[in-house]
């Protein structure tokens, strides 16, 4: 059974970058997609970035292209959530997980407890 464990979230400023990790168990990322999604308090899920398990290829959500990057390291089962260029309304609960139909279909099966962000404005 896949477990993650998010960490690395907390407090930054407008501007500022952050490093969100995603420790992954249960699965191997050579034969699983991870994404990571977001949620605000009273707002939807939003899905941010995905990286695929057959060539490492990236999918991004259109609200955080160019400033936000994955990445994963396969040797330590990790997987990454670059947040570079922070806005307030970056503010949410972030979670990493397996997305049920792949990348690019915004519904997942599982997922970790998350880390919470926050950037004050």
């Known amino acids: 059974q896949a477990q993650f464990v998010e960490s690395g979230g907390g407090l930054v400023h407008p501007g500022g970058s952050l490093r969100l990790s995603c420790t992954v168990s249960g699965v191997s990322l050579d034969s699983t997609d991870i994404g990571w999604f977001r949620r605000a308090p009273g707002s939807e899920r939003e899905a941010l970035a995905c990286?695929?398990?057959?060539?490492?290829?990236?999918w991004y959500g259109d609200h955080v292209k160019g400033r936000f990057t994955t990445s994963r390291d396969k040797a330590q089962n990790k997987v990454y959530l670059h947040m570079n260029n922070v806005e307030p309304a970056d503010t949410a609960m972030y979670y990493c997980?397996?997305?049920?139909?792949?990348?690019?279909?915004?519904?997942?099966?599982?997922w970790g407890q998350g880390t919470q962000v926050t950037v004050p404005s």
């Open positions: 997980g397996i997305p049920r139909y792949g990348c690019y279909v915004d519904e997942y099966k599982s």
């Open positions: 990286i695929m398990s057959t060539d490492g290829s990236l």
